[in-house]
């Protein structure tokens, strides 16, 4: 198994090789000893509002026992959650697991016609969603299968008077809610007080089970839902627990949770890892609100944060940020998108703690990889596997790449799913027999077995014969003091197929296209150098501040056909 495994010999020390994955038979028994052992600790906080585990299981089992009692929905059936950050998304996902049924992420940023994709394409028949966002569901749930709706108010939970006065705030002064019809629609706070009268369901549910049809592009194509389940989300959360070890004191540790729970990436290391510890998630509702953001660190002592690399950059780039207390701080944890050199030795000097890079995706649960939490300074790297994860690298050919060679990454280990969701084609396109999964991602391991991503296999550029990665390309110019963010694309180009085009936001107002290009001349070779800068206010991100690389690609090509 060394053989095969070669950065063991280098794993952070007191870090298993391998994790028993048979401690917990689902996810609900994970969250029931949760409840038993910490019942008077804050599991989820809220616009300063806290909701222990002993409240969570309570309110869980009354939504639970609605869902079976009142809708006979049960173990298999789909229950779509459309919520940002609230109080509410842990009681609706607690309370779904434990009566048995599979739930399925909605985006609430999602148009109209996301969302009756992923409606129809999961079967979901019941839904939990803001108001905020019901006017999206009433464009669309007459062509899906769903027969039961739940709206909530941002309000909601959070208790009188704050809870009513925010509502009004969201509703009659900003101006958020859109108006909406979706007769027979219940509300949220109805369902719990109706709950609490009905018998609380026991399913049987065991690792094979699935949880989440967490929706995703996968390494290609339409959006599907990956078939992630309790096993793999377990697996997952136990094998972050093995990789914190000791640093982590259950019943002790407060996490920043500013991505959105309905993200595989917050879902697993926030929500099911803090589980794990008997910790709290401090829930960020809205976190391009930056200057909120702040106020909330400010009020609240946190052992760890996640993020993706933008988030993080606009911390850093608020004048308010340095000026925190970080002394409870243990980790940062980044992933999504690559981490720029840049914002990581930035976020080191600011704060003092290093940003701790993982790789992972929707198909893995999603952690594969991550880097050990010791390390001092910023490496570029993606890490190591996580206990009993197997990772190769291959090529085209499907064979093993030589050592240091850039390869396809292959992960396998229990937190793979079991594929997507009715799409046996697409899953036997990424996922053999023997259980490896190809992510379509490109990386080279070194001699100490850390991996490096070199790219993603379809954002790779390819000028005269030459790989160019976009990755390396957007480290180089997001270096630069003038610039805030930057994406690197290949476009067309009649003499060497294509050449690298620069999406730009400044920092300095003041910089120019030629300022930039004379930066690059310096530090990268002829062929990586940019040809084309086009400067913007912001660039296009996904819904967990991801830049999306696909989106500018596609208005390039609309602009070639006009």
């Known amino acids: 198994m060394a053989d095969s495994r070669p950065w063991l010999a280098h794993y952070p020390a007191g870090v298993p090789a391998d994790i028993r994955t048979d401690t917990y038979p689902s996810i609900v028994a994970m969250f029931e000893e949760a409840c038993r052992r910490f019942p008077e600790r804050p599991a989820y906080s809220s616009f300063g509002v806290a909701l222990t585990w002993a409240e969570l299981d309570r309110l869980s089992a009354r939504f639970s026992a609605w869902l079976s009692t009142e809708w006979k929905l049960g173990k298999g059936d789909r229950l779509a959650i459309m919520l940002p950050n609230l109080l509410q998304y842990p009681i609706a996902l607690f309370g779904a697991l434990r009566a048995g049924l599979t739930v399925v992420n909605v985006n609430p940023l999602y148009t109209a016609r996301e969302l009756e994709h992923q409606l129809k394409d999961s079967g979901a028949t019941a839904i939990v969603v803001l108001e905020n966002f019901a006017s999206t569901l009433q464009e669309a749930v007459a062509r899906t299968e769903v027969k039961h709706v739940i709206v909530t108010s941002i309000g909601d939970q959070l208790g009188f008077p704050k809870g009513a006065l925010i509502t009004f705030a969201v509703r009659h002064v900003k101006k958020m809610v859109p108006h909406w019809s979706l007769p027979g629609h219940l ?197 190591m596997p996580l206990p009993s994860t197997d990772l190769t690298l291959r090529d085209d050919s499907g064979h093993d790449v030589p050592a240091g060679e850039p390869g396809e990454i292959c992960v396998r280990g229990p937190q793979v799913m079991q594929g997507y969701w009715n799409r046996p084609e697409e899953t036997a396109n990424v996922l053999d027999a023997d259980g490896w999964l190809r992510t379509g991602d490109i990386a080279r391991m070194d001699e100490k077995g850390l991996f490096y991503i070199v790219d993603r296999k379809k954002d790779m550029i390819l000028v005269s014969g030459f790989n160019v990665y976009p990755n390396e390309i957007e480290d180089v110019v997001a270096e ?61 991100k996904s819904n967990v501040g991801k830049i999306l690389r696909r989106a500018l690609r596609d208005e390039e090509k609309a602009h070639a056909k006009t």
Not at 249 to 256: A, K
Not at 323 to 348: H, I
Not at 518 to 529: E, I, M, S, V, W
Request: one cysteine or more; glycine letters at 10%; charged letters at 20%.
């Open 480 to 540: 630069h003091p003038g610039v805030l963010e930057v994406a690197a694309i290949g476009v067309p180009d009649e003499h060497s197929g294509e050449v690298v085009k620069l999406f730009v936001v400044k920092k300095d107002p003041a910089l120019t296209e030629d300022a930039l290009k004379a930066y690059c001349h310096d530090r990268l070779t002829g062929y990586k150098r940019p040809r084309h800068v086009e400067f913007r206010k912001e660039l296009p």
């Open 187 to 383: 509300c949220f706070g109805d369902v719990l007080r109706k709950g609490a009268s009905m018998q609380v369901p026991h399913v049987q549910l065991g690792h094979s089970d699935i949880a989440f049809l967490q929706y995703t592009g996968g390494t290609t194509g339409v959006a599907k839902g990956a078939m992630l389940t309790h096993g793999n989300m377990v697996s997952n959360a136990l094998q972050l627990a093995a990789w914190v070890g000791d640093l982590f004191t259950r019943g002790e540790e407060r996490m920043i949770t500013a991505l959105p729970l309905y993200h595989i990436f917050s879902l697993t290391v926030n929500a099911l890892f803090m589980m794990h510890f008997g910790g709290e998630n401090i829930l960020i509702t809205n976190p391009r609100d930056i200057p909120g953001f702040i106020k909330t660190l400010k009020k609240n002592r946190w052992s760890a944060i996640t993020g993706v690399n933008t988030l993080y950059n606009a911390l850093l780039n608020h004048p308010q940020f340095a000026a925190l207390d970080f002394s409870s701080a243990k980790f940062a944890l980044a992933g999504g998108m690559a981490v720029q050199r840049a914002v990581a030795e930035k976020w080191k000097k600011t704060t003092g703690i290093p940003l701790i890079e993982g790789y992972g995706l929707t198909e893995t649960s999603p952690v594969a990889t991550a880097n050990p939490l010791d390390i001092k300074d910023y490496t570029g790297a993606i890490g």
